[in-house]
C-alpha cells in the first residue's frame, strides 16, 4: 500500500502465516510504499509527539524501523526485559507501565510548546529538543499535518481552492507538490480513488 507520511512513531504487531513479528516503527518523513503480505494481521500503538524510549533515539528511526526480538502470541522482548504483549483491551495500562518502568518518556518542552504553551527556551534550543524527541523539524511536522489534512479534505469533497485557502497553500502547484511528497497522491488521485492501490490510513491521533 501507500504509506502517507506522518510525524508519529508506532509499535506494531503483525502475524502472518503463524509467524508473530514486532518492531518500532519511526517517523516517516515523506510518501512511500509499504509490504502488506495478504493475510497478516496488525496491531499497533501510537505515540504522541515528544514521546520516546531513550534507549532507541527517535533520530535513528526515521524512515526506518528497528525489529523487536523473542516476539510470539503471548510476549516480547523490550529494552532487556520479557513484557506481555498488549491488545486492544489493555493497550492503556500496557503504555502506563511503559512510563513507570521508564521505558518511555515523554518531553515535557516539547509536549507544552505543541500545546501552544509559552517556554523559557530560546528558538534555536527549542528547535534542537523538537529533533532529539521527535527526529523531525518543528516546520516538518507541521507540513505533514498539513498534508494530512489536506487529503482528508480532498477525499471528502472539499474543492481545491477551498483546500488551499482553508490550510495556507500559496497555490494550486503548492498544494500539489505538498501532496505529491507527503502524500504519494495526486489530489485527483485523492478524488477518485483506486481500490487496487490502497492508501494508508489517514487516522487522526
Do not use: C
Not at 524512515?63 to 520479557?82: C, E, Y
Request: charged fraction near 25%.
Amino acid at each position: 500500500m501507500d504509506s502517507v507520511a506522518t510525524p508519529y512513531w508506532d509499535l506494531v504487531f503483525w502475524e502472518h502465516r503463524g509467524q508473530v513479528s514486532a518492531s518500532v516503527q519511526g517517523p516517516e518523513s515523506r510518501a512511500s510504499v509499504a509490504p502488506v503480505p495478504e493475510d497478516a494481521t496488525f496491531f499497533g500503538i501510537v505515540f504522541s509527539l515528544g514521546s520516546s524510549m531513550p534507549h532507541l533515539p527517535i533520530g535513528e528511526l526515521v524512515d526506518g524501523s528497528v525489529a523487536i526480538p523473542d516476539s510470539t502470541r503471548r510476549s516480547f522482548w523490550l529494552n532487556g526485559s520479557t513484557w506481555r504483549r498488549p491488545g486492544y483491551d489493555n493497550a492503556e495500562e500496557f503504555v502506563r507501565r511503559l512510563v513507570r518502568e521508564g521505558v518511555l518518556e515523554r518531553d515535557p518542552i516539547v509536549a507544552a510548546a505543541l500545546d501552544g504553551e509559552p517556554t523559557d527556551l530560546s528558538e534555536r534550543t527549542l528547535q534542537r529538543r523538537f529533533a532529539a524527541s521527535t527526529g523531525l523539524t518543528r516546520g516538518a511536522i507541521r507540513q505533514i499535518e498539513r498534508a494530512r489534512r489536506a487529503a482528508i479534505l480532498i477525499q471528502e469533497g472539499v474543492p481545491y481552492q477551498e483546500v488551499i485557502d482553508r490550510l495556507g497553500y500559496f497555490d494550486q502547484p503548492h498544494l500539489a507538490r505538498s501532496l505529491t511528497r507527503y502524500v504519494g497522491r495526486t489530489a485527483t488521485q485523492l478524488s477518485d480513488p483506486d481500490p487496487a492501490k490502497p492508501l494508508s490510513l489517514l487516522y487522526k491521533t
